[in-house]
Structure formats: C-alpha cells, structure tokens
C-alpha cells in the first residue's frame, strides 16, 4: 500500500474522530480540526488518489488556467471543465439582463428539487454555450475576477504595476536554489473582500530545492477534505513537477498544511465508502521532454500512465 495516499486516508479518519462539530458559510455543517500536515514522496508515485477516480484531466487544465494567469472560464470550458462554472453562473442568473427562470440558492435547490433541477441544468446549459460563442457575454460573465491565476501571474501593486510571482519563483529557483524566498501567495487582502468569486483557498505556496530535488509546501486556509483535497494534493504535485522539469530538477516532496480542515456532514457516507476501500499502486506521470517552460505546456504534453482506480464516489458540492 502506498504511504503517500495513506496520508490522505489518515486525515479522513482522523477527522472523522476527532473533528468538532460546526457551522459554515454554505449552511451545510462540517466536522472540522485545525491545523494539519500531509507529507507526499513524489518519488513514490503522483499522488492521485486510487480509493476513488480522481478526474486528472480536469486537475490539469484547471492548474494550465492558473499558470497561463486566465481568469475566465471559457478556457475551462473548451477543455470539458465545469468545476468553475457555478461562481460564474451566478453573476449572470443575478444580472439585470438575465430573463429565465428564479434561480435563487441554486446550488442547494438543484440538488433536492428535481423540477427545479431541469430548469437549472437547461440554463446552466444556455450559460456555457453562451460563454463559448459570445465573445462579449464570455467577457462580462464568465470572468471570476481576481482569482488565482491573476494573483499568480500578474498580482497589482500600490504603484498600479503588476509582479508576475509564478515567473519570478522560477528565476529564482533557476539563479539561487537555496533562496528561502521561494513563495507565491495567492491571498491578497485588497481583492478579497470585492473583487474575487471565491477567495483563495490554496492561499501561499513554497519551494524548497536540496540534493537536486524540487519540494513544494502549500498552506491551505479550507479544505473540503472529501472533494476538494483530492483535487489539491495531485494539482499541486503535477505543479511541483512541471517546476522541476523546467529547472531540470528531480521531484521530491509535496508538504499539504492544512488550516480548517474539514468533512461536510453530506459527505460523511461516502468517506466511510472510500475508507472501506484499499489503495491500489499510485500512477505515473508523464511529460513532454520537448516542452520545457511550464508557459509553453499544453494539455497534450501531460499524461498519467497505470492508473487503475476504484470507482468515483459522488457527493453533492457546498457552494
């Protein structure tokens, strides 16, 4: 069995057991610790869950999103990804030129209403192929203001300049390996509060080279430990060796420090369902060895090889 998702199914249970009952923004209540710390050997194998079917395809065009400093989701879209689309969704069902159908706390109604579910999907459908094809409506709609991506690639100063944090931390990694500067952060207290559909979770990251080997530590304010955190450990670990491979390091460890970290109390069944399950040996991952900036990285230059899950276990999203 391997150790790196071990890690992952030790917090479940350890969160299961001693987590504290509480509320939250989305109203769904959670069982929550505070403060946690997951180590993952990338030499180990890419740390995509096996206990569950993890969709890798949609990690890495969203972590691409964030590297290419895009904030509208019409490249998610174009790549079959729909993990974004709610924030922006709203924005429009909320604007004066919306004209369909009360789509009020859609998040919950379409989980319990079924009715109201076909109404949501058959707008939600309109929105997309809106945000394809309209060049204006993707622009006013499908933009989630000053997200990753924005904060990664182009973060506004007090002067009105703009610091590219994800190229510097590369240069940086290049010219002084053994800088303790190494760090991007994500959370911006200006933007939080007005400009950003959701703030960041994943808030700062740092890298760390020693012996010829990246390791990447991300701080991570919230963490949604049954969908989310899946997500986080292999987006941050293809990240780490998209790094390496540009730096022509090996990969070593992904550190994941958790703040709140909590279960949502809908999602307790289904964390059993996965902990009855035994891991399986972790995939591998592959990349273009003709590409090296991770600016230049597409989609078609990734791969995971060997992958061989248990079967995906859906449960509903807080929003």
């Not at 922006?88 to 789509?103: C, H, I, L, R």
């Not at 290049?174 to 303790?180: L, W």
Request: aromatic share 10%; charged share 25%.
């Amino acid at each position: 069995m391997s150790h790196n998702e071990q890690a992952y199914l030790d917090l479940c249970r350890h969160v299961l057991e001693q987590g504290t009952k509480k509320g939250d923004r989305t109203g769904t209540g959670t069982y929550s610790v505070f403060g946690h710390q997951m180590r993952f050997d990338l030499a180990e194998g890419f740390p995509l869950l096996t206990t569950k079917r993890i969709p890798f395809r949609l990690i890495a065009s969203e972590l691409l999103w964030f590297i290419k400093g895009d904030t509208n989701i019409r490249y998610l879209l174009q790549h079959n990804n729909n993990i974004w689309n709610e924030w922006a969704f709203q924005t429009w069902v909320e604007s004066e030129n919306y004209k369909g159908p009360d789509m009020t706390d859609f998040g919950r109604r379409s989980q319990t209403d079924e009715a109201f579910k076909a109404q949501y999907d058959e707008q939600m459908a309109i929105f997309k192929e809106r945000t394809l094809t309209d060049d204006a409506f993707a622009v006013e709609y499908g933009d989630l203001g000053a997200v990753y991506g924005k904060q990664w690639r182009q973060w506004k100063t007090s002067q009105g300049e703009t610091i590219d944090q994800l190229k510097d931390v590369i240069q940086s990694i290049k010219t002084n390996p053994d800088s303790r500067r190494h760090l991007v952060t994500a959370w911006n207290p200006e933007d939080v509060p007005s400009n950003m559909a959701l703030p960041p979770c994943h808030t700062m990251f740092q890298f760390y080279v020693a012996e010829g080997k990246l390791s990447c530590q991300l701080y991570q304010r919230s963490a949604d430990i049954f969908l989310g955190v899946p997500f986080n450990i292999a987006s941050y670990a293809l990240l780490t060796h998209l790094i390496a491979h540009e730096c022509n390091l090996e990969v070593g460890e992904f550190i994941h420090t958790l703040g709140d970290a909590h279960i949502y109390s809908n999602h307790v069944d289904q964390i059993h369902e996965q902990l009855s399950r035994q891991p399986k040996t972790l995939p591998t991952l592959k990349l273009n060895d003709e590409v090296r900036s991770v600016f230049d990285i597409e989609m078609e230059d990734i791969s995971i090889e060997g992958y061989n899950p248990h079967p995906g276990i859906k449960a509903p999203v807080a929003v």
